[in-house]
């Protein structure tokens, strides 16, 4: 049950997150023949998005919900010319998905069912892991800028 | 509890200018407590999602809740511990900087949530940050990793937009286990 906060919007935040890790999940391969460092990065964080893209849509068939599809292409994540480009591609599908996961944190922090708490624990930890992945982004591109005090937001 | 915590030379603000998110300040309070997500529309299809507003609660009232002050005290903890360390490599110089930064960030932010309610918190213990050991490269990571998770579960303890920023703040502390990695 959630309390608080309809249901559509948590299933709606459900899947902003699920359209956030299908970018995520799209957008590494373009950035992965331009890099020329963290390429053993970009695999770990492509493996990980999709995991968690498959774990998303589940949880959202589990909910009763149809997950939405991912569309046929991502146009704003291009072009990726070159190396640096593809850094700043990682980091900023990095940062859509922690807000994305975020926003979910948000809304499901409105209710107090069950669903609720089990949204917020999903959202806490993919928005850690993502931010997580965004600063080891930045300290290739600039160690004195790696982090930030508020991911997601 | 809340007094300002002077940092050492290590801690010299100017290298630590905003990627995107630093920039703290009137607006940055007032999006975090608001509850609106001002986003660059770049993200496409993921961040029209996000940029629509979560609904805010009624306005606070009583005290501010236990977790939340216990948040904001831990924050005061973290920054004396900083405080206290001699910066070590200049690598290490690096990280502190940003992590000092981030955590004068958390503090700025949780003190105005607590603000926002109409009567005096309760004191949490610990109730100053007095001395502090300097703590080790692998000491701050572990500090860091321990208040990630700290945060993480106050958030779950709390509701609304209280919750999300704690939530956030979790995640920012988990960035920082990373640079003293």
């Not at chain 1, 939405?68 to 900023?92: E, H, M, N």
Request: proline residues 7%; hydrophobic residues 45%.
């Amino acid at each position: 049950m959630f309390c608080g906060a309809s249901m559509s919007a948590l299933t709606d935040a459900w899947q902003q997150a699920l359209g956030a890790e299908q970018q995520a999940a799209f957008g590494y391969p373009l950035a992965g023949p331009r890099l020329d460092s963290g390429t053993d990065l970009a695999r770990t964080c492509q493996a990980a998005h999709e995991v968690l893209r498959d774990q998303t849509a589940s949880a959202i068939e589990k909910a009763g919900a149809t997950p939405a599809l991912p569309p046929a292409d991502f146009p704003s994540l291009y072009p990726v010319p070159d190396a640096g480009a593809a850094q700043r591609l990682a980091i900023r599908l990095e940062q859509d998905a922690a807000r994305a996961w975020r926003y979910l944190y948000a809304v499901a922090a409105q209710g107090s069912g069950a669903d609720s708490v089990a949204a917020r624990t999903a959202a806490q930890a993919a928005l850690t892991a993502s931010a997580v992945r965004a600063t080891q982004w930045r300290l290739l591109v600039d160690p004195a800028r790696a982090t930030v005090a508020f991911p997601g937001i | 509890m809340n007094e300002p915590v002077r940092g050492p030379a290590h801690a010299a603000p100017e290298d630590h200018a905003a990627p995107e998110d630093h920039a703290a300040g009137v607006s940055r309070r007032s999006v975090l407590l608001g509850g609106a997500f001002v986003l660059a529309a770049a993200g496409g299809g993921v961040a029209v999602g996000a940029l629509r507003p979560v609904a805010s609660p009624d306005k606070p009232t009583g005290r501010p809740p236990v977790e939340l002050v216990a948040a904001l005290t831990a924050e005061n903890v973290l920054l004396a511990a900083i405080d206290s360390t001699t910066g070590g490599s200049p690598a290490v110089r690096v990280a502190l900087r940003q992590v000092r930064a981030d955590h004068l960030a958390h503090r700025t932010a949780l003190q105005a949530a607590v603000d926002s309610y109409p009567e005096p918190a309760v004191s949490t213990s610990p109730s100053g940050t007095g001395a502090v050991a300097a703590l080790t490269v692998s000491g701050l990571r572990s500090a860091e990793q321990q208040a990630a998770a700290r945060a993480g579960t106050r958030a779950g303890r709390l509701r609304g937009r209280e919750a999300a920023l704690l939530a956030s703040i979790a995640a920012s502390e988990a960035t920082h286990a990373v640079l003293f990695g």
